[in-house]
C-alpha cells in the first residue's frame, strides 16, 4: 500500500479534506515520519475492497466522529477520543486512539460496544486492546491469519534457546515462542482442540537440546499410552501409563529435584544453567484428569502433593512440568496457579476461560470458548507479568511427524547390527581341532 500509515487532520485541499499520512507518537511509537496529506477519495481508492468501508469512516474525521458519537464514546459537548494513527495489519487494520478523560477500558472493549464498531465499520470483527495507560487499540478484522494449518518446520540439529522455543505461528506472523526452562506450563482444551499438536511441537523444538543430552524427558500418558508411546525407551527417559507408574515417576522426579537443590546450594550456585551433568529436566503429563479414572483419592492426593513440591521449588533447579487436560477447572487442577505459562485453545464454556487464564480474561482479550472446531491448534496464550494475550496456532504435527521427531532426536543408540566385532569371521574356518582328527573325541568311539 502507498498509504500504510494515517493520522486524521482536518486541511482543505481544493475543497477536499486532507490527511496527513504519519502517526503521533504514543508511548510504543517512534519519532513520526513527515507530514504528507492525500485526499479521503484516494485513500479509499488506495484500500482493499473489503476494508473500504471501514477506511472511509476512519480516513473522514466528521465520519469517525459521527460513530463515536452513535457508540457513545464522545460527544461534540463533551469533545471525541484522539484518533492518534491507523495502519494496515495482517488481519486488517490497527487504530490507535487516546481515550478521553473520564473514560476507561471497559467503556471500549465491551461485547456491545465491540459488535456496534464491527457493524459500524462492516467488518467481521473488532478487538480491544489497550498498549498503554490512556490509549486503546482497535483491531478492526477482516482476516482470521490463522485460518490455515502451520506446517512443522524441517528438524534440524541446532542450537535450541530453552527459554524461547519455537511452537507455531502468532497472529501476527511471527514465529510463537514458550519458555521452558524456568516456567511450568498449562494447556487447557476441549476433545480435538490440538493439545496434542501443542505438546509435540514443543518436543520438537527442543528436539536437539534432547538428542544433546541438555533435556531429559518423563512422559506421562495416562490414557494408556497411546499418544506418546511411540517414544518410549526412545525420547523418553522415563514414560509411564499407569496411575502408580506416574506416581511413582513424580515420587523419583521429586527425590531428584531435592537431591540436586542441596548440591546446587552446597556449591552455592545462585542460578542454574542446564549441561550434560545436569539436565533440564521436563515433566509431561497429557490428559491429566485422566488419573482420576483409575486412580484412587489416595493415590490423586499423593500425585497432587508432588505436583505441588515440583511446581513450587522445581523451577529453580531446572525441574520444569507440562500439563495438559481438557477441564481446567479448581477440581481437577486445584495447582493450576501455579503455571505461569497458561495456553487456553478451544473450550466449551465461557467459565472455562476464566479458569486457565483468571478473572477478567475475556474483558482482556482471551476468548477461548469461541475458537472454533475448524481450527484445531489455535490458542490464547497468558503469561504472568502481561496483562495482554498471544493469539497463536501450533504447528500441526501428523502421525508420521512425530514418528519422524522421536527418529531424529532420540538420544538412544540405534542398533544396526551385532553389538560385537565379527569383521575377521571366515565362515570356512571352523578350527583346528576337526572331527576325525585326533584332536576330536568321538563320544561313541570314547565310550
Known amino acids: 500500500m502507498l498509504i500504510s500509515s494515517l493520522i486524521q487532520t482536518a486541511v482543505p485541499i481544493a475543497g477536499a479534506l486532507g490527511v496527513g499520512a504519519w502517526i503521533t507518537p504514543g508511548p510504543w511509537h517512534g519519532t513520526p515520519a513527515p507530514a504528507e496529506e492525500f485526499p479521503v477519495a484516494q485513500i479509499v481508492a488506495q484500500a482493499p475492497a473489503i476494508l473500504r468501508p471501514a477506511v472511509q469512516v476512519l480516513a473522514d474525521p466528521a465520519l469517525t466522529e459521527q460513530m463515536l458519537t452513535t457508540l457513545k464514546l464522545g460527544s461534540p459537548l463533551v469533545g471525541f477520543p484522539g484518533v492518534q494513527g491507523w495502519d494496515y495489519a495482517r488481519h486488517g487494520l490497527t487504530v490507535d486512539l487516546w481515550m478521553l478523560g473520564g473514560?476507561?477500558?471497559?467503556?471500549?472493549?465491551?461485547?456491545?460496544?465491540?459488535?456496534?464498531?464491527?457493524?459500524?465499520?462492516?467488518?467481521?470483527?473488532?478487538?480491544?486492546?489497550?498498549?498503554?495507560?490512556?490509549?486503546?487499540?482497535?483491531?478492526?478484522?477482516?482476516?482470521?491469519?490463522?485460518?490455515?494449518?502451520?506446517?512443522?518446520?524441517?528438524?534440524?540439529?541446532?542450537?535450541?534457546?530453552?527459554?524461547?522455543?519455537?511452537?507455531?505461528?502468532?497472529?501476527?506472523?511471527?514465529?510463537?515462542?514458550?519458555?521452558?526452562?524456568?516456567?511450568?506450563?498449562?494447556?487447557?482444551?476441549?476433545?480435538?482442540?490440538?493439545?496434542g499438536s501443542v505438546l509435540w511441537s514443543i518436543i520438537a523444538g527442543l528436539g536437539p537440546a534432547i538428542k544433546a543430552g541438555l533435556v531429559d524427558v518423563l512422559m506421562g500418558d495416562p490414557k494408556g499410552g497411546m499418544e506418546f508411546g511411540r517414544g518410549e525407551h526412545r525420547l523418553w527417559v522415563d514414560f509411564q501409563w499407569t496411575a502408580e507408574g506416574i506416581i511413582?515417576?513424580?515420587?523419583?522426579?521429586?527425590?531428584?529435584?531435592?537431591?540436586?537443590?542441596?548440591?546446587?546450594?552446597?556449591?552455592?550456585?545462585?542460578?542454574?544453567?542446564?549441561?550434560?551433568?545436569?539436565?533440564?529436566?521436563?515433566?509431561?503429563?497429557?490428559?491429566?484428569?485422566?488419573?482420576?479414572?483409575?486412580?484412587?483419592?489416595?493415590?490423586?492426593?499423593?500425585?497432587?502433593?508432588?505436583?505441588?513440591?515440583?511446581?513450587t521449588q522445581g523451577r529453580a533447579v531446572g525441574f520444569s512440568v507440562m500439563v495438559a487436560l481438557q477441564d481446567p477447572s479448581k477440581e481437577t487442577m486445584p495447582n493450576r496457579q501455579l503455571f505461569p505459562v497458561r495456553i487456553g485453545l478451544k473450550l466449551d464454556e465461557p467459565t472455562q476461560n476464566s479458569m486457565i487464564h483468571g478473572q477478567g480474561a475475556k474483558d482482556r482479550g482471551a476468548r477461548c470458548h469461541e475458537i472454533p472446531d475448524t481450527t484445531p491448534g489455535v490458542a490464547y496464550v497468558g503469561e504472568d507479568g502481561t496483562r495482554e494475550f498471544v493469539r497463536a496456532r501450533a504447528y500441526y504435527v501428523s502421525d508420521d511427524d512425530a514418528d519422524a521427531i522421536v527418529d531424529a532426536y532420540s538420544p538412544a543408540d540405534e542398533i544396526t547390527g551385532p553389538t560385537q566385532d565379527y569383521s575377521d569371521f571366515d565362515p570356512d574356518d571352523l578350527g583346528e581341532e576337526i572331527p576325525g582328527d585326533g584332536g576330536f573325541a568321538d563320544p561313541a568311539v570314547a565310550a
Open 103 to 195: 473514560q476507561c477500558f471497559e467503556d471500549w472493549n465491551n461485547d456491545n460496544i465491540r459488535s456496534q464498531m464491527a457493524t459500524y465499520l462492516g467488518v467481521r470483527q473488532v478487538t480491544v486492546s489497550s498498549p498503554a495507560a490512556s490509549w486503546v487499540r482497535l483491531q478492526v478484522r477482516v482476516h482470521d491469519t490463522l485460518a490455515e494449518p502451520a506446517t512443522l518446520p524441517d528438524l534440524v540439529h541446532n542450537e535450541v534457546d530453552l527459554e524461547a522455543v519455537p511452537v507455531g505461528i502468532r497472529e501476527d506472523g511471527d514465529t510463537w515462542r514458550v519458555q521452558v526452562l524456568y516456567r511450568h506450563i498449562l494447556i487447557a482444551g476441549a476433545m480435538g482442540s490440538g493439545k
Open 248 to 311: 511413582g515417576m513424580l515420587k523419583t522426579a521429586e527425590k531428584d529435584m531435592q537431591d540436586r537443590a542441596a548440591r546446587l546450594r552446597e556449591a552455592r550456585v545462585r542460578k542454574f544453567v542446564p549441561s550434560v551433568e545436569d539436565p533440564l529436566i521436563l515433566i509431561v503429563i497429557d490428559e491429566y484428569a485422566a488419573l482420576s479414572a483409575f486412580a484412587t483419592r489416595e493415590e490423586m492426593q499423593e500425585a497432587m502433593r508432588l505436583l505441588g513440591l515440583i511446581l
